[in-house]
């Protein structure tokens, strides 16, 4: 009799079990990551800087850092000479780039620092997000460690944010760096 | 080609994961700097500590040009220059200055070219990943008898021909290298050799001058530090060719960078 229900209940039970599973991806995955999530308004600046291997300083993109601002400005530089370029990212790019860093956890303190073999010997990239608060986190790491790749929260995540970072960098980080810095450097 | 007169030598695990930290960056001016950010301010010049990693004592240099563009013309008398430039500068004060790194039991002296292969399979295309170029030195080592066996002495430098990238990880050539040097399993050392085809790696050079300046930037920090992290190396600023990239001098007639002397504090 048991056997029969089960036999007789099974295209009901296919059903509920997949409406659990479109249910379960419609709701939004809770994780230690999405617990630290921080309200946007409290980063303050994200920077990239990079060092290439055997490279002219001057065309490696993001060499002398690059920041931008929580209200948009952004400075490529200094570098060693104390060459910079500023400017301001359009309003657009500012809020992609506010909902990437929403989804960095706001500490390294409650969070594991992952790593994983990546990167080329002498080449290094690091993101450094700083908070209202004064913190920074390193979120993004390749090559403090030789041959490694480090990050915090969600790999993802950061992914996202380093792929966009590096494609406001590639448009507003001037390549070769100025010679002499300009009174506003204007997006390429 | 001298075989390995260790056989019990020690294994080096390659890359073994000590975390160092590259120090927060300096904020700008119009921010406030934050307290870990004023602690990253530079205060000291570079100081490479060694950390008991190989060094190539006596290194042995065997190149190999990969793709079909080295056997023809002006490609072939290129190729031709480079391993010139090896068969000099191998025995030459270059090699000299960097007795200073000398370690217990590890004296760094002259090296040899021990010779040159030329390569057309597997056929290259627009780019290479540096895994394609470990697998390709891989293979010629195990199949080819022109390729000689590595010792804890060998360098392959693998030259790749106009027109071809390298690429590993989101990085390629001419955007954030020149050339760089790896290891295999601690085992096989090398370095790959793009062709400088980008005003970031000519620096206003000729194509020769630069790629022996790259080259001998990747042969001192080869020699120093073989597996990348485990020699002579800076924490903040790496290996004893990053710290003076670009800086040349000329030692006979080619041009070779200048590379970090600890005992100089500066780059000689």
Redesign the interface.
Known sequence: MRGYLCVANKPLMIAVWLIDILTAFGKPLVSPDALSIVPAAAWLKVSERVACEAMQDDYCLGRYGFTIDSDGTFVAGPSGEGRKAEGRIPQKELQQLGALIRQMPASASNEERRCNKGGLPGIKDQIDLTFASGSAVRIYDLGGSVGKICYIGRWDNVHRLHKYLHKLMTRYYPVPFPKSSPPGATPR | MPKDSTPDRKIYS??V??????P??V??T???P????AKAIPAAPPQLTYRDGPLLTAVEVFTIFWGKAWEQGPRSAFATQINQFFDFILTSPLIDQLAEYNVPGKKIGHGRHTGTLTITKPKLRHSVS?TAIQHMLQQEISSNPAVPQPTPNTLYFVYLPPGVRVV??G?AS?????????DISGQIFYASMPYPG????L?GLTALDALTS?SS??LCEAITDAI???GW?DDAN??I??IC??TTKKVGQYTVQLEWSNKANKCV
């Open positions: 390659a890359h994961d000590a975390i160092r930290i590259v927060l960056f904020a700008d119009v921010s406030r934050t307290v870990e950010a540096d590993q990880g990085s001419c955007q954030a290298f020149c050339g760089y040097h790896n980008c005003a970031g790696c620096g790259t930037h990747e990348p992290g485990q190396y790496g290996e060719g990053d990239a670009w």
